[in-house]
Each structure stands twice: as structure tokens, then as C-alpha cells.
Antibody, heavy 119, light 114 residues
Framework: QVTLKESGPVLVKPTETLTLTCSVS??????????VSWIRQPPGKALEWLAHIFSNDEKSYNTSLKSRLTISKDTSKSQVVLTMTYMDPVDTATYYC???????????WGQGTMVTVSS | DIVMTQSPDSLAVSLGERATINCKSSQSVLYTSNNKNFLAWYQQKPGQPPKLLIY???TRESGVPDRFSGSGSGTDFTLTISSLQAEDVAVYYC??????????FGQGTKVEIK
């Protein structure tokens, strides 16, 4: 069974750096065609794709947020990590990680983790 | 980036009636070499992550009821719920996965019972 689970702080202060971890099971992050994205959703708003990492370690970022994002993975731990710098209240959202096979849509999503940015 | 625009933003449909949601992409998501539209639909219920309903514009994911159907090609797509059930109350999103390194979603359409 394929699962993804997000973890990280519930509350961060403005200007702080957010670090989120996605722990995956049921597939390997080094398998060809397998990759993972981070996607966020502010309360009551739409989904916004943030960043992606492929099995060969190639990375891709949302152009409007690229300067603030870093995605990485630890294949041995089956984890994908996202860091976002200079957090602002507008970054308050539920952050999801989701699996994607090359050429396919996001098929399996984690339950999401809600992050609030407030002083 | 490819912009996805859905219409309407919300709709209320009587139980057993048809619900239709439209999605328009700012550029074609049809990959001509394999004649596939890189367009998916998701259903999201409150407090839950999105659930994949349809991919390649018209292929139902395993386990999805056949009252859900997708159609369209190029830049214009439709999700139809042929006979709305109470459990179909949700927000529906279209999503393009045509771009190799950047993916986008529509703004969502909220479906309610009239």
C-alpha cells in the first residue's frame, strides 16, 4: 500500500524558515518514473503546486516562489524535505505531498499538514 | 505557466440531476504524438486531500463510480456527474500535467445540493 505522510511545525513566525518532511512508503524514491511534489492550499482556496523532485534528483520549482524553496530527498529514509524561507502570514496553508509517476497526474496524496504563520 | 480556468465557481444541483463543470486551459494540453490530453480531475471533500477521479481527460481512476465522466480535448474540458448523489458534495479541480516541469490546477468548483 502506497502512503505519504507530512510532518512539520504547526506554527511558525513571520520571517522564519519552514521545514516540512514527507515520509513515503510502498514505493521507492529511487525507482524510475517515481517522483514527489509539494502542493499547498490556503484555507478555502485553490491548490498551488510548489516543488517537485524526480528519482534522478532533478528538481523543479514554482517560478513565483523559486527563490524561497528548496526540495531534497533522502532515499534511504524514504523522505522528501521542503524548506521555505521568509515565511509570511499569506503562506498559511495546508501543505500536501503527493506522488507522481512520469507522464501521469498526482495519484496518491498525503493527508496534509496545516501550517499557520503568525507572531 | 498554463492557466486553468474553471466555470462555474459553484453550482447547486438537485439529487439525481446532472452536474456539469467546465475547465479551460490557456494553451493546449493535447500531446499530439500519442493523442492524449494531459488533463485530470480531482474531488476534494472537507478536511480531506484531493482524490484523483479522471486522467487523460476521460479515463476513470479505478473505483470511481461511472456516474463521473470526463470529456474534451485541446483546451476545453468537461466533468459530468450524471446523477448527483449526496456523497458527491465536494470541490472539484481540474489539473494539467502537460508541462514536463510545472503543473497547475483550476480554481475549483464547489458542488452542492439544491
Amino acid at each position: 500500500q502506497v502512503t505519504l505522510k507530512e510532518s512539520g511545525p504547526v506554527l511558525v513566525k513571520p520571517t522564519e524558515t519552514l521545514t516540512l518532511t514527507c515520509s513515503v512508503s510502498g514505493f521507492s524514491l529511487s525507482s524510475a518514473r517515481m517522483s514527489v511534489s509539494w502542493i499547498r492550499q490556503p484555507p478555502g482556496k485553490a491548490l498551488e503546486w510548489l516543488a517537485h523532485i524526480f528519482s534522478n534528483d532533478e528538481k523543479s520549482y514554482n517560478t513565483s516562489l523559486k527563490s524561497r524553496l528548496t526540495i531534497s530527498k533522502d532515499t534511504s529514509k524514504s523522505q522528501v524535505v521542503l524548506t521555505m524561507t521568509y515565511m509570511d502570514p499569506v503562506d498559511t496553508a495546508t501543505y500536501y505531498c503527493a506522488r507522481k509517476k512520469w507522464g501521469d497526474p498526482f495519484d496518491i496524496w498525503g493527508q496534509g499538514t496545516m501550517v499557520t504563520v503568525s507572531s | 505557466d498554463i492557466v486553468m480556468t474553471q466555470s462555474p465557481d459553484s453550482l447547486a444541483v438537485s439529487l439525481g440531476e446532472r452536474a456539469t463543470i467546465n475547465c479551460k486551459s490557456s494553451q493546449s494540453v493535447l500531446y499530439t504524438s500519442n493523442n492524449k490530453n494531459f488533463l485530470a480531475w480531482y474531488q476534494q471533500k472537507p478536511g480531506q486531500p484531493p482524490k484523483l477521479l479522471i486522467y487523460w481527460a476521460s479515463t476513470r481512476e479505478s473505483g470511481v463510480p461511472d456516474r463521473f465522466s470526463g470529456s474534451g480535448s485541446g483546451t476545453d474540458f468537461t466533468l459530468t456527474i450524471s446523477s448527483l448523489q449526496a456523497e458527491d458534495v465536494a470541490v472539484y479541480y481540474c489539473h494539467q500535467y502537460y508541462s514536463p516541469l510545472s503543473w497547475t490546477f483550476g480554481q475549483g468548483t464547489k458542488v452542492e445540493i439544491k
